[in-house]
């Protein structure tokens, strides 16, 4: 049974785990960097790079350590190669890299969204393809349709902003704190989601995309307009997000013949609104809900290895030249989108 090293580093956290492809997480280990970044109110790329050239040697060792294995025992190292932010993409897969060439293990560079797209699978041993993934998270917001490993159809994206981008400025602008999307969560719930009228971008539209830019622009004006608490704002905000993403989700199920499931993956993944709605969702048309545990939802390296265990079986390894990307489509064949460019 083959044991992977995964490694990931394309935002702000830093992580190394190993796992097994029989979904035995041996080892775990992250590194946040909330303090570093909270006095800015979002990530600096070169705060969040330095970081992780510091701990990320640590966290391997522990995770080694942890896991009662050396890198002799390992099979293959897996390591984020993108999309992210290319200096903390670097760090990582260089690391990887180091790694794979000291121990003569085969390298598998690991697009970060397929991280996610695939993260259900560890913890739900009997989620088959295709289904339908909604992947959210801070800088992404697409439907895909998942047919197999590496075949992924783009149902949708966002043609501005990512909802956890939004979720994320919105903590900003009502000085709820970093990282934003947990401080929006627990506004909320000490708020009235109907107080504050708040749009719906493309909610009900042909168009099978998201929009999260307006709404942003909406919470600045019902902010600055003084008639609202934080806390309703908060409320009205995440309902109006929810109601976005279940009513795009519910557009693209058309579109997704022979599901076997809707899946949720990614940081906004952790919202239990989300999940509460997306859960109704799925149950009313006829199909299992499946959403990884809250800790898989966030980056993490677990679901790195995962995928790295996936593609080592499907005999899918990379060299040593494999580029660092900020940009990695998981669909490099769909439609470009307007206003979405190279992020679709």
Same mark, same amino acid.
């Given at each position: 049974? &083959?044991? %992977?090293?995964? %490694? $990931? &580093?394309?935002?702000? $956290?830093?992580?190394?785990?190993?796992?097994?492809?029989?979904?035995?997480?041996?080892?775990?280990?992250?590194?946040?960097?909330?303090?570093?970044?909270?006095?800015?109110?979002?990530?600096?790329?070169?705060?969040?790079?330095?970081? !992780?050239?510091?701990?990320?040697?640590?966290?391997?060792?522990?995770?080694?350590?942890?896991?009662? *294995?050396?890198?002799?025992?390992?099979?293959? %190292?897996?390591?984020?190669?993108?999309? @992210?932010? *290319?200096?903390?993409?670097? *760090?990582?897969?260089?690391?990887?890299?180091?790694?794979?060439?000291?121990? @003569?293990?085969?390298?598998?560079?690991?697009?970060?969204?397929?991280?996610?797209?695939?993260?259900?699978?560890?913890?739900?041993?009997?989620?088959?393809?295709?289904?339908?993934?909604?992947?959210?998270?801070?800088? !992404?917001?697409?439907?895909?349709?998942?047919?197999?490993?590496?075949?992924?159809?783009?149902?949708?994206?966002?043609?501005?902003?990512?909802?956890? $981008?939004?979720?994320?400025?919105?903590?900003?602008? =009502?000085? =709820?704190?970093?990282?934003?999307?947990?401080?929006?969560?627990?506004?909320?719930?000490?708020?009235?989601?109907?107080?504050?009228?708040?749009?719906?971008?493309?909610?009900?539209?042909?168009?099978?995309?998201?929009?999260?830019? @307006?709404?942003?622009?909406? /919470?600045?004006?019902?902010?600055? &307009?003084?008639?609202?608490?934080?806390?309703? %704002?908060?409320?009205?905000?995440?309902?109006?997000?929810?109601?976005?993403?279940?009513?795009?989700?519910?557009?693209?199920?058309?579109?997704?013949?022979?599901?076997?499931?809707?899946? /949720?993956?990614?940081?906004?993944?952790?919202?239990?609104?989300?999940?509460?709605?997306?859960?109704?969702?799925?149950?009313? !048309?006829?199909?299992?809900?499946?959403?990884?545990?809250?800790?898989?939802?966030?980056?993490?390296?677990?679901?790195?290895?995962?995928?790295?265990?996936?593609?080592?079986?499907?005999?899918?390894?990379?060299?040593?030249?494999?580029?660092?990307?900020?940009?990695?489509?998981?669909?490099?064949?769909?439609?470009?989108?307007? @206003?979405?460019?190279?992020?679709?």
């Amino acid at each position: 049974m &083959s044991l %992977i090293l995964g %490694i $990931e &580093s394309s935002c702000d $956290e830093t992580a190394a785990a190993l796992v097994t492809r029989d979904r035995r997480v041996l080892a775990h280990r992250l590194a946040t960097q909330e303090a570093a970044h909270r006095p800015f109110g979002g990530v600096v790329p070169e705060i969040a790079a330095r970081a !992780h050239v510091e701990i990320l040697p640590t966290l391997i060792e522990e995770a080694l350590a942890e896991a009662n *294995v050396s890198l002799s025992d390992v099979d293959a %190292i897996a390591a984020t190669a993108g999309p @992210g932010l *290319v200096g903390g993409v670097m *760090v990582g897969l260089v690391t990887g890299k180091g790694l794979a060439l000291a121990s @003569g293990k085969p390298l598998i560079a690991i697009n970060h969204l397929e991280g996610h797209a695939l993260s259900p699978m560890l913890s739900q041993p009997d989620l088959a393809f295709p289904y339908l993934l909604l992947l959210v998270s801070g800088g !992404h917001c697409q439907l895909l349709f998942v047919e197999g490993l590496g075949r992924y159809r783009r149902l949708a994206t966002t043609i501005d902003d990512a909802a956890g $981008e939004a979720f994320d400025k919105t903590a900003k602008l =009502l000085g =709820l704190g970093f990282p934003g999307g947990p401080a929006v969560e627990r506004a909320a719930a000490e708020g009235d989601k109907s107080a504050v009228p708040l749009p719906r971008p493309l909610v009900g539209s042909a168009e099978p995309h998201f929009s999260f830019a @307006g709404l942003k622009s909406a /919470v600045l004006r019902a902010r600055d &307009s003084g008639r609202y608490g934080a806390n309703d %704002i908060a409320a009205s905000f995440q309902q109006a997000a929810v109601d976005c993403l279940v009513d795009r989700t519910r557009r693209a199920l058309g579109d997704a013949p022979g599901a076997t499931a809707l899946v /949720v993956a990614g940081g906004v993944a952790a919202n239990k609104a989300v999940r509460a709605a997306l859960t109704e969702l799925a149950v009313g !048309h006829g199909l299992p809900f499946v959403a990884p545990p809250l800790w898989l939802c966030t980056d993490n390296a677990a679901m790195i290895a995962w995928a790295g265990a996936l593609r080592l079986e499907a005999g899918v390894t990379d060299g040593l030249d494999a580029p660092a990307r900020a940009r990695w489509p998981l669909d490099p064949d769909a439609e470009r989108v307007r @206003g979405a460019g190279v992020k679709a």
